[in-house]
């Protein structure tokens, strides 16, 4: 069975340019999350859909952070304009709710350098 | 408020020997708690999974503890191993539609591992 899946894995690009990061979630998985890692912290979930609706996005700065999840399946997740600030990795995780354990997989993530 | 705090920050250990990281929670109404190990340049991958009636579980050389009432947790590693070094991860779920800002599961930080030969 394919895990979550990210592209791309790097990604280096100049303050002030666009970006958007692609994942594809488990097959099957309603539920699709992103979320911001820093260097030596947890992941911080940005945005999380339950089939197509984004059913948690208090924590995505809207300003400049966007994502969408059409169909329900895969999702792009995009920045504009990148600041240097948002130099991260960012993680793909899907699970499928209702399950008994709510597990959550990862995808290997996506490390952004703004410069 | 819900937090995950987790000790120590980092630790080295060689190779052979063992190890036990420390995770408080403060998260209510508690569902379930994880470990997560992580790699330098992966996504994290799941080690264990505890409800609140169980107090311990084993996954290969990993066992997990949870104490409901202490609200704490440890994962002990047994005769570690080079492969061993990454980060580990504990994550607290709260109850399903319980609200917040962060959805329902709290990270912490991670223990980073560095295990020598």
């Known amino acids: ?115 | 408020k819900n937090q995950v705090e987790q000790s120590p920050q980092s630790l080295i250990i060689l190779e052979g020997k063992n190890c036990t990281l420390q995770c408080n929670y403060t998260v209510s109404p508690f569902s379930n708690l994880r470990w997560y190990k992580q790699d330098t340049g992966r996504g994290p991958v799941s080690l264990t999974i505890m409800t609140f009636s169980e107090n311990t579980k084993s996954n290969g050389r990993y066992t997990a503890t949870l104490d409901a009432d202490t609200k704490q947790s440890s994962l002990h590693i047994t005769a570690s191993q080079l492969s061993d070094s990454a980060s580990y991860i504990c994550v607290v779920r709260f109850e399903k539609n319980y609200g917040g800002s962060q959805g329902n599961l709290i990270f912490g930080k991670g223990t980073k591992l560095s295990v020598k030969p």
């Open chain 1, 1 to 115: 069975e394919a895990g979550v899946v990210q592209s791309p894995r790097y990604k280096i690009i100049e303050k002030k340019q666009p970006v958007a990061f692609w994942c594809n979630p488990i097959s099957g998985h309603n539920t699709l999350y992103w979320y911001l890692q820093n260097l030596g912290q947890g992941p911080e979930l940005l945005i999380r859909y339950e089939n197509e609706e984004a059913v948690d996005d208090s924590q995505l700065p809207k300003d400049r952070f966007s994502a969408e999840r059409l169909k329900g399946v895969d999702s792009t997740l995009k920045i504009q304009p990148a600041e240097l600030g948002d130099s991260a990795v960012y993680l793909c995780a899907s699970s499928l709710e209702g399950g008994s354990s709510y597990e959550q997989y990862f995808g290997p993530g996506t490390r952004l350098t703004v410069t």
